[in-house]
C-alpha cells in the first residue's frame, strides 16, 4: 500500500478503505508516514469529504493508536459530556458534579483553550491547588471515591490526534466535518464511557457557525458514538453572545458555584440542566427527562451538587474553601466599565468578538504555548434583548496590564451593538435535538 | 502573510494574488516553507484549479527562483521545441538539426525519462562521448558556433521546479493542467527564447489521455507563453500508439539519423516537419507554413541537417562517426521477435504498454535515480491499421537478461490487439492548433 496511491484516491473523490485509513494513522501515529503526505491527504480529505463510514473508521484508527480505557471494574455507568468549545461556556463544572451527585460516574477529559474559546482545564486551575494532570489509575480512583474525575487528556489516548492536530492546525486541514468528529469522538471512545452528551455550539463563537453546520456535526458525532458502542445524543445551543455572565478562568469557575449554590444566569442553568438531564437518561438513573431535571435541580436545591464539587476539588488537591471564599481566587487588581455609548436595546453581544478580548487580557492563548492568566476576564452586565441607557455599564473588564485593557477594549466594544428596537438572537438551547 | 491563510484561502476556492503566489514559490525554493504546508497548499491548487492569470504568476515566480538566461548578445531568433512525453517520441534529435540549419538558433534544455515515457537527454547519451551537462557559457558557445545546443537543465534555471515536482511526486499532486503549465513554461521562459513551439501529446502515452485534456493543457501552455513575450504555438499530436518504429535509446538515435538521411517512418517524419515548420514560421526564417515545410524537406534533401547534427554531436564530445556507423552505438546481443497470434488487423499497439515493456528492459527509469542501459528497446515492425497473418513478426525485442524480456514481453502482448476488422486510430496531428 503506497501512501501516495490513498492520497490520489481521495484527491479523485473515492471513499478510502479501512485498510488505507487504518495505514495512514498508523503511518501518522508512528512518524513513518512524512508530514507532506499526511498534510496531502488531509487537504483531499477536507475539500472532497468522507462518508459516514470512512469517517467511523477514522475515528476507530485513531482510538486503535492508543489505548481504550478499561472501566469495567468499577461499578456504576459512566457517562460524559463534552462541548464543541465556545466562549463563557462553563457547563462542564456544573454538569460533572451534578451528575456525579445523582449518582453517574463521570470521567470528563478536557482541553485546554485556543483562540477565542476557553477550555476547561484552564478554568480548573483557577482554583489554587487544582491538578488536571491525573494519571489512567488516579482517574480509576477518583471515579470509585468521588464520581468524578476532570483531567487532560493523557498521552496514551488517541495519540494519533495530538499529532493530526498539530498538523491540521498549520496547513489549512482544521474545517472538515469528518476529521474534526473523529478528532473529538476518538478521544471520548477511549475513555472508556457508556454514554456521551454533546453541546454542539452554534453561532459567530462556535467551531461552526451556522445551525445547518452544527447540525452536520451533531449528527456525524451522534453516528460514530451510537456506532462504536457508546450511546450517543447531542444538543444543539447558542454560541452568538457569551454564555452565562462571565468570561474568564476564576470569573467562570465562580459563576459555577453561583449556579451550584442555587443562583447564576438563566442561560447558563438552562444549558446546565439541559445536558446533565439528558446524561441521567442515557445512563439510566432517569426513566424520563422531566424526572431527570427534577433530579438535577433536586441535586442543586439539596446542595448535593455543591458539596459533591467541594469533594472533587478536594481529590485533585484544589482547596475547596474557595467554594464559600471567592477571595482566595486569584484576582486581577484593576476595573474598568464598559459603558453603552447610547439608549436602545443590546442587539449583539459577539461572541467570538468577547473571546477575542478576553485572550487579549491574558485569559487564553492565541498558541498551544502560551500561558494563561487565571484572573483576568469580562463580566457581562448586561445581554443581548436587555433594554439600556446611554452611560450604564455593560461589561466590567478585570485587568493587570494596561496595554492589554487598551487591546481588549477595542475587540469588547466592536462586539458590541445596540440599536432602536430589539433584534432576534439564538434560542438557547435548538428545538431538535441530535 | 502567514502560510496557513494562503493554504485556506486556495482550499476555499478563492484566487490567490501574485503576492501569495510568490510568497509560496520563494518559501519552497528558500525552504522556508515547510514541505507539509507546500503539499497541503499543492493539493488544494490540485482540487480547487487556478485561474489563468494565478497560473501566469505561479510560472512567473518560478521563472524568478533562478535565472533568465540573456541570449541577447547572439544574433539570430532563438527557437526551441518542447513536447509534454511520450513512447518513441525522439522528434528532437531531428527538429533541432533541421531548425538550426535552416537558420534557427535552438537553445534546447531538456529532460530525461520517466515511467512509461522516454527523455531526450538519455537518447543523446546513447551516442558515445555525447555530454549533455553542458554550462550555460557553453551553451551560448554551442549556439554561436553550430547554432544548436542539447543539454539538461542546469540548477539556474527555475530551481523551484525542482523542488515543487520532487513533492508532488510524492504527494498525489502532479494531475494538475496549472501545475504542469507552470513546470514547464518557468524551464521554457527562463531559456531566453524568442519562440516556442509545444508538441502536447494525447492518448494512452501521453501524459493527457483525451483530446480535451490536451487541449486544455495546449491552451494553457499557450496562453503563458505569449503573456510571457515568448511566441508560443502548440500542436496536439496522437500518442496511442509509439511514435515511429524504434522505442529504446541507441534505437532511436538510429531513426532520428534514418529520417535526416531522408528515410524514416511516415509518422515521426510527418510531425517532426509539421513542429520544425512551425518553428521557422515563428522565428520569421519563413513567411509561411508552406514556404517553412520546403525548407525544412529541403534541409533534410540535401543533406545538410544531417551534416549539422554531426556538428552538434562533435561539438558535445560525442563520436560524429555513429552517423554513418550504427555499429559503434551500444548494442544488446539478444533479439526476440513477437509474432502475431492471428491473422487480422492490428487495432492497438497501446503506447504506454509498449513504453513500459521498455522500461522493463531497461531502456527507462520507474526511479528518478536508475540508470538506463542505452542499447535495449523495442522496433515496432507493424503499426496499427496494418493488416497481418499469423506468425509474422511484430516486435523485435533488444535485449541483454532473460529475466527482462519476460517482464517486457507480458507486457507488450499485452499491449497488443489484432481484430477481423481495423479500428479507428487518433490522428498524426490533431486538425486544430493552439
Same mark, same amino acid.
Given at each position: +500500500?503506497?501512501?501516495?496511491?490513498?492520497?490520489?484516491?481521495?484527491?479523485?473523490?473515492? /471513499?478510502?478503505?479501512?485498510? &488505507?485509513?487504518?495505514?495512514?494513522?498508523?503511518?501518522?501515529?508512528?512518524?513513518?508516514?512524512?508530514?507532506?503526505?499526511?498534510?496531502?491527504?488531509?487537504?483531499?480529505?477536507?475539500?472532497?469529504?468522507?462518508?459516514?463510514?470512512?469517517?467511523?473508521?477514522?475515528?476507530?484508527?485513531?482510538?486503535?493508536?492508543?489505548?481504550?480505557?478499561?472501566?469495567?471494574?468499577?461499578?456504576?455507568?459512566?457517562?460524559?459530556?463534552?462541548?464543541?468549545?465556545?466562549?463563557?461556556?462553563?457547563?462542564?463544572?456544573?454538569?460533572?458534579?451534578?451528575?456525579?451527585?445523582?449518582?453517574?460516574?463521570?470521567?470528563? +477529559?478536557?482541553?485546554?483553550?485556543?483562540?477565542?474559546?476557553?477550555?476547561?482545564?484552564?478554568?480548573?486551575?483557577?482554583?489554587?491547588?487544582?491538578?488536571?494532570?491525573?494519571?489512567?489509575?488516579?482517574?480509576?480512583?477518583?471515579?470509585?471515591?468521588?464520581?468524578?474525575?476532570?483531567?487532560?487528556?493523557?498521552?496514551?489516548?488517541?495519540?494519533?490526534?495530538?499529532?493530526?492536530?498539530?498538523?491540521?492546525?498549520?496547513?489549512?486541514?482544521?474545517?472538515?466535518?469528518?476529521?474534526?468528529?473523529?478528532?473529538?469522538?476518538?478521544?471520548?471512545?477511549?475513555?472508556?464511557?457508556? /454514554?456521551?452528551?454533546?453541546?454542539?455550539?452554534?453561532?459567530?463563537?462556535?467551531?461552526?457557525?451556522?445551525?445547518?453546520?452544527?447540525?452536520?456535526?451533531?449528527?456525524?458525532?451522534?453516528?460514530?458514538?451510537?456506532?462504536?458502542?457508546?450511546?450517543?445524543?447531542?444538543?444543539?445551543?447558542? +454560541?452568538?453572545?457569551?454564555?452565562?455572565?462571565?468570561?474568564?478562568?476564576?470569573?467562570?469557575?465562580?459563576?459555577?458555584?453561583?449556579?451550584?449554590?442555587?443562583?447564576?444566569?438563566?442561560?447558563?442553568?438552562?444549558?446546565?440542566?439541559?445536558?446533565?438531564?439528558? +446524561?441521567?437518561?442515557?445512563?439510566?438513573?432517569?426513566?424520563?427527562?422531566?424526572?431527570?431535571?427534577?433530579?438535577?435541580?433536586?441535586?442543586?436545591?439539596?446542595?448535593?451538587?455543591?458539596?459533591?464539587?467541594?469533594?472533587?476539588?478536594?481529590?485533585?488537591?484544589?482547596?475547596?474553601?474557595?467554594?464559600?471564599?471567592?477571595?482566595?481566587?486569584?484576582?486581577?487588581?484593576?476595573?474598568?466599565?464598559?459603558?453603552?455609548?447610547?439608549?436602545?436595546?443590546?442587539?449583539?453581544?459577539?461572541?467570538?468578538?468577547?473571546?477575542?478580548?478576553?485572550?487579549?487580557?491574558?485569559?487564553?492563548?492565541?498558541?498551544?504555548?502560551?500561558?494563561?492568566?487565571?484572573?483576568?476576564?469580562?463580566?457581562?452586565?448586561?445581554?443581548?434583548?436587555?433594554?439600556?441607557?446611554?452611560?450604564?455599564?455593560?461589561? &466590567?473588564?478585570?485587568?493587570?496590564?494596561?496595554?492589554?485593557?487598551?487591546?481588549?477594549?477595542?475587540?469588547?466594544?466592536?462586539?458590541?451593538?445596540?440599536?432602536?428596537?430589539?433584534?432576534?438572537?439564538?434560542?438557547?438551547?435548538?428545538?431538535?435535538?441530535?
Amino acid at each position: +500500500m503506497r501512501a501516495v496511491d490513498i492520497i490520489i484516491r481521495k484527491r479523485d473523490g473515492y /471513499a478510502l478503505t479501512r485498510e &488505507e485509513i487504518a495505514h495512514f494513522v498508523t503511518g501518522v501515529t508512528e512518524g513513518s508516514l512524512p508530514d507532506y503526505q499526511a498534510s496531502a491527504l488531509l487537504m483531499a480529505i477536507v475539500v472532497r469529504g468522507m462518508s459516514s463510514e470512512e469517517t467511523a473508521w477514522l475515528t476507530e484508527a485513531m482510538v486503535d493508536s492508543g489505548i481504550r480505557v478499561d472501566l469495567g471494574d468499577i461499578d456504576g455507568v459512566k457517562v460524559d459530556k463534552h462541548s464543541t468549545g465556545g466562549v463563557g461556556d462553563k457547563t462542564s463544572l456544573i454538569v460533572a458534579p451534578v451528575a456525579a451527585a445523582c449518582g453517574l460516574l463521570v470521567p470528563m +477529559m478536557s482541553g485546554r483553550g485556543l483562540g477565542h474559546t476557553g477550555g476547561t482545564l484552564d478554568k480548573l486551575e483557577a482554583i489554587p491547588g487544582f491538578r488536571v494532570d491525573l494519571s489512567l489509575e488516579q482517574m480509576k480512583a477518583a471515579l470509585a471515591t468521588v464520581g468524578c474525575a476532570m483531567l487532560g487528556q493523557t498521552a496514551q489516548i488517541a495519540p494519533a490526534d495530538k499529532k493530526l492536530y498539530a498538523l491540521r492546525d498549520v496547513t489549512g486541514t482544521v474545517e472538515s466535518i469528518a476529521l474534526i468528529s473523529a478528532s473529538i469522538m476518538s478521544k471520548k471512545i477511549a475513555e472508556g464511557i457508556d /454514554a456521551l452528551v454533546l453541546d454542539v455550539k452554534t453561532g459567530s463563537g462556535g467551531f461552526m457557525k451556522t445551525e445547518a453546520d452544527s447540525r452536520r456535526l451533531a449528527e456525524s458525532l451522534v453516528s460514530i458514538g451510537n456506532a462504536s458502542g457508546v450511546k450517543t445524543e447531542a444538543v444543539i445551543t447558542a +454560541m452568538d453572545s457569551p454564555l452565562g455572565r462571565a468570561v474568564g478562568n476564576a470569573l467562570e469557575v465562580i459563576e459555577c458555584i453561583e449556579v451550584l449554590k442555587g443562583g447564576g444566569p438563566a442561560d447558563l442553568i438552562a444549558v446546565s440542566v439541559e445536558l446533565t438531564a439528558r +446524561m441521567l437518561v442515557l445512563g439510566r438513573i432517569a426513566p424520563d427527562k422531566d424526572d431527570a431535571e427534577r433530579r438535577v435541580r433536586a441535586a442543586i436545591q439539596s446542595g448535593a451538587a455543591l458539596e459533591r464539587l467541594g469533594r472533587i476539588i478536594e481529590n485533585q488537591g484544589g482547596d475547596r474553601r474557595v467554594i464559600d471564599e471567592a477571595s482566595r481566587f486569584p484576582t486581577a487588581a484593576e476595573r474598568h466599565v464598559v459603558k453603552a455609548s447610547r439608549t436602545g436595546f443590546i442587539t449583539r453581544l459577539d461572541a467570538e468578538g468577547v473571546g477575542r478580548a478576553s485572550v487579549a487580557l491574558g485569559a487564553g492563548r492565541d498558541r498551544v504555548e502560551d500561558t494563561v492568566d487565571p484572573a483576568v476576564g469580562l463580566l457581562v452586565l448586561r445581554k443581548p434583548g436587555d433594554q439600556v441607557s446611554a452611560g450604564e455599564p455593560l461589561l &466590567e473588564i478585570h485587568y493587570r496590564d494596561g496595554a492589554r485593557l487598551e487591546a481588549a477594549l477595542a475587540l469588547a466594544r466592536a462586539a458590541i451593538a445596540i440599536d432602536d428596537r430589539p433584534a432576534p438572537a439564538l434560542p438557547v438551547l435548538a428545538s431538535e435535538v441530535v
